[in-house]
């Protein structure tokens, strides 16, 4: 196989679960010309991976939108073997468009289907069936050392704090003011990190605010460097466990850690804390649970 395609749009966390996936897929074709379709957002991070020597954007064209679809059949012609990591209906339906090579995912009639019981599955049991199915048999601790870019000016010993989650599930969020309480209660500077517009967030916390400062790399270099990280079930907090930081993640009810939560570098687990409503959660409990 000279020419191999590896799907995986996104979010975050999903890509961060993918990438043991993506390095086993490079060391079993390692002298293949592997190309990654992924949306716009992931793909400078990913195009400084080792993994990959072409990357292409995957704009997601309404099926109406002809000359859309046409690009995507151009991008998706001429690969010996596809890794769809995505599993999403709509990435199923590229098996198609793409003339039915062989493939790996859940696409109807695909040659390396995955087996039914990947629902009650965590994202990366779900990856590891799905490429064994494909003869990929392990997924190995991947190497992070490319996910490098320094940060001047941060503390030898400090916590980084993730209060943020997507806009749109505010649930998943433990309250600004508890995460102050629990860096007030810290012998160590934290810093805050995510995006531009969860610095009213870090206003309220205080620290250091690197929110909206940081891109993959960096905020890579900052976990990194970190003591422990402590956050809500989002990207950031999925990073710093494959990065091999001491984690506390905070699930609600919106979501369930036993599909989603962070791995760490060898497939263990961080430490998990769970309340329906973190509005709920003591500041206590989270001290309590202080690797």
């Known amino acids: 196989m000279k020419r191999i395609l590896v799907i995986r749009h996104g979010?975050?966390?999903d890509i961060v679960l993918s990438f043991p996936a993506m390095a086993a897929i490079r060391a079993r074709h390692a002298d293949a010309e592997i190309t990654l379709l992924t949306t716009k957002p992931y793909a400078a991070l990913l195009g400084v991976s080792p993994w990959f020597d072409r990357i292409d954007i995957d704009t997601k064209p309404e099926w109406w939108n002809l000359p859309g679809i046409l690009r995507l059949k151009r991008q998706l012609a001429g690969f010996d073997m596809?890794?769809?990591?995505q599993t999403s209906g709509r990435s199923s339906r590229y098996f198609t468009l793409a003339g039915r090579p062989p493939w790996s995912g859940i696409a109807q009639g695909?040659?390396?289907?995955?087996?039914?019981?990947?629902?009650?599955?965590?994202t990366r049991e779900r990856l590891q069936g799905q490429l064994a199915a494909a003869g990929i048999a392990e997924l190995p601790p991947p190497d992070l050392s490319w996910l490098t870019k320094p940060v001047p000016g941060l503390p030898d010993r400090y916590t980084v704090l993730v209060p943020g989650a997507a806009p749109h599930r505010p649930e998943k969020r433990l309250p600004a003011e508890k995460f102050r309480d629990i860096a007030a209660a810290l012998d160590m500077p934290v810093v805050v990190v995510g995006t531009a517009g969860?610095?009213?967030?870090a206003r309220i916390i205080g620290g250091i605010d690197l929110?909206?400062?940081t891109d993959f790399l960096e905020l890579a270099s900052v976990l990194r460097g970190a003591t422990l990280a402590i956050g809500n079930d989002t990207g950031p907090m999925?990073?710093?466990?494959?990065?091999?930081v001491p984690c506390i993640s905070l699930f609600s009810a919106a979501s369930d850690p036993s599909l989603t939560a962070p791995r760490t570098p060898d497939g263990s687990w961080p430490i998990v804390l769970r309340s329906a409503n973190l509005q709920d959660l003591p500041v206590a409990q989270v001290l309590a649970s202080l690797p």
Do not use: I, N
């Open 211 to 213: 929110t909206g400062r």
């Open 198 to 201: 969860e610095g009213a967030l």
């Open 110 to 122: 695909c040659a390396y289907p995955d087996g039914p019981t990947r629902k009650t599955l965590h």
């Open 238 to 244: 999925h990073l710093a466990a494959a990065l091999g």
């Open 11 to 13: 979010a975050f966390g």
């Open 82 to 85: 596809v890794y769809d990591l």
